[in-house]
């Protein structure tokens, strides 16, 4: 089992497979992209299926599949398949754009994988093709609404992002929660974008996005949700679907936080607001490297923050970052 400094147990791997990405979110990294790393920096299929394992036998449970866009990886299925078979592992999710996911929502069920996390910050066509800088939306909500009929357990990620679709929060709840078996996460923008653009403060924090919804609907339950769950959940009466609020920037879920990141040059982040505290991938590529990886993750656990706040003044430049190398 890993167990932090703090008494947390770490269960749950998000693990980047690319850092590379078709869309290009505004609130994710410049207009240009990011210097994305060359594809011999990039952990191969079977260095993050080795290194999946090994942490499996660590104690990790749940694996998030992340990136980057993961389906920009033409091998992407080969690793889900292997992973798949790992008995230990109780579950498999992905987080996507859902641009690219088209032509494979038959071979995941089949696989088992159930949780699929789509990011979708507007409703209004013209305002998500004006945040993502590309033309996408219509693709994105046909795969969507695809995922739902296939019966997968869809969370949307939709960023309150000031001034740009504030105005769709009330939509996004009409069109998606309304009737879909959804739940629909807001979440506040956090300053990873590559260093497009610096705040200190956020004005769409948890507690406006909820006043906003609330001020539509008269009839609102909090909803009981796993002790490490980073969202609080919400019913609105009648509603197919839920929806949930992350307070991201906020950071006031730390305490429960059973996450450890890798990404996919192969860097530990024990934290989101951290620096990487550890690289693997040379060490993946040189001999006994399963023991190696093993003392290495349990030195990174044994030297977590305690929170995001401790960790961001432990570590410089880390807003120089972009989402698309961390992995969200
Ligand atoms: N490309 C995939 C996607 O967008 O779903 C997976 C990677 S993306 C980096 C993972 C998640 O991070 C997405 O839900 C995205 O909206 C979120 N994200 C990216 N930049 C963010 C930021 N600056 N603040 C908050 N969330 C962010
Ligand atoms: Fe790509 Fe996801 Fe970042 Fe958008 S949020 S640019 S889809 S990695």
């Known amino acids: 089992m890993l167990i932090d400094n703090h008494n947390r147990t ?6 980047a497979v690319t850092d590379r990405c078709n ?36 104690g990790i449970r749940k694996i998030r599949i992340t990136g980057g866009e993961p ?4 091998d992407l299925m080969i690793l889900l398949r292997k992973l798949s078979a790992i008995p230990q592992l109780e ?3 992905m987080t996507t754009n859902a641009t690219l996911i088209g032509n494979h929502i038959l071979e995941l069920k089949e696989l088992g994988i159930k949780n699929i996390n789509v990011s979708l910050d507007a409703i209004n066509p ?22 739902i009929q296939e019966g997968f357990n869809v969370k949307v990620n939709f960023i309150a992002l000031d001034g740009q679709n504030t105005d769709d929060i009330i939509p996004i709840l009409e069109n998606l929660t309304k009737h879909y078996p959804v739940s629909v996460r807001f979440l506040e923008e956090m300053p990873f974008n590559g260093g497009s653009k610096k705040f200190n403060e956020i004005t769409w924090n948890h507690r406006k996005i909820f006043e906003h919804i609330a001020s539509h609907y008269p009839s609102i339950s909090k909803i009981s949700s796993e002790k490490t769950s980073t969202s609080i959940n919400y019913q ?30 192969g860097d530990v982040i024990t934290c989101l607001y951290a620096n990487a505290s550890k690289n693997l ?18 030195d990174a656990i044994k030297h977590r923050a305690k ?8 570590n410089k430049n880390i807003y120089e970052n972009s989402m698309t190398s961390i992995g969200g």
């Open 23 to 58: 869309l290009r979110c505004n609130y994710c990294m410049p207009e240009n992209g990011i210097n994305f790393v060359k594809s011999d920096r990039l952990l191969s299929i079977d260095e993050l299926y080795r290194l999946s394992k090994v942490l499996v036998d660590q």
């Open 126 to 147: 013209e305002t998500f093709n004006r945040i993502t800088r590309r033309s996408q939306f219509e693709t994105v909500y046909g795969n969507l609404i695809k995922l």
């Open 236 to 265: 609105i009466e009648d509603f197919a679907g839920t929806f949930g609020i992350i307070p991201s920037f906020t950071r006031n879920f730390c305490g429960s936080c059973n996450r450890l990141r890798i990404t996919a040059t």
């Open 307 to 314: 929170n995001g706040f401790e960790a961001e003044k432990r």
């Open 281 to 298: 991938r040379d060490i993946l590529r040189g001999e006994s490297s399963e023991e190696k990886i093993k003392e290495e993750i349990l």
């Open 10 to 15: 770490i269960d749950y791997l998000r693990l």
């Open 91 to 93: 579950d498999i999710s």
């Open 71 to 74: 389906f920009m990886r033409k």
